[in-house]
C-alpha cells in the first residue's frame, strides 16, 4: 500500500488491505489485533498499524511517500485457544492441557536439537 503520509482513513485501510477497524481493533476474517487509543477517529497512524500488524513500513524519502505491507503473518493469531494437548506429566503418565481450561497457562517447551 502506497501512501503520502503516516495516516490512512478506515475506509482506504479496509479497501486497500481488508483489514477493517472495530471497535475491538484490526479486524480481518475472524482475525483481530487489538488497537491503543480506540478513539473512533476517522484516521489511523500506519506505525501503530505496522507494529501490531507485522506489516513492514519503508520510506522513500526522494519521493515522499510511504510504503506499508504485505502482512508478515506472524502476529494475528487466529484465535487464542491452544490446541487439545495431552503431554505425559512427572511421573509418565498422560495430562490433557485440556483440563486447565479457564485458567491461565504458561507452557514451556525444550528441545535438544
Not at 505496522?50 to 519521493?63: I, K
Given at each position: 500500500m502506497i501512501l503520502e503520509g503516516l495516516e490512512v482513513t478506515h475506509a482506504e485501510l479496509e479497501a486497500r488491505t481488508g483489514w477493517v477497524i472495530r471497535p475491538e481493533g484490526a479486524c480481518k476474517a475472524d482475525r483481530c489485533v487489538p488497537l491503543p487509543g480506540g478513539d473512533g477517529g476517522a484516521r489511523i497512524d500506519v506505525r501503530v498499524l505496522?507494529?501490531?500488524?507485522?506489516?513492514?513500513?519503508?520510506?522513500?524519502?526522494?519521493?515522499g511517500l510511504w510504503a506499508l505491507g504485505p502482512e508478515s503473518g506472524g502476529h494475528a493469531l487466529l484465535s487464542a485457544e491452544l490446541p487439545d494437548l495431552t503431554l505425559p506429566d512427572r511421573d509418565g503418565k498422560p495430562f490433557s492441557v485440556r483440563s486447565l481450561r479457564g485458567t491461565k497457562v504458561l507452557l514451556v517447551a525444550w528441545a535438544s536439537w
Open positions: 505496522a507494529e501490531r500488524l507485522g506489516m513492514a513500513l519503508v520510506r522513500d524519502e526522494a519521493h
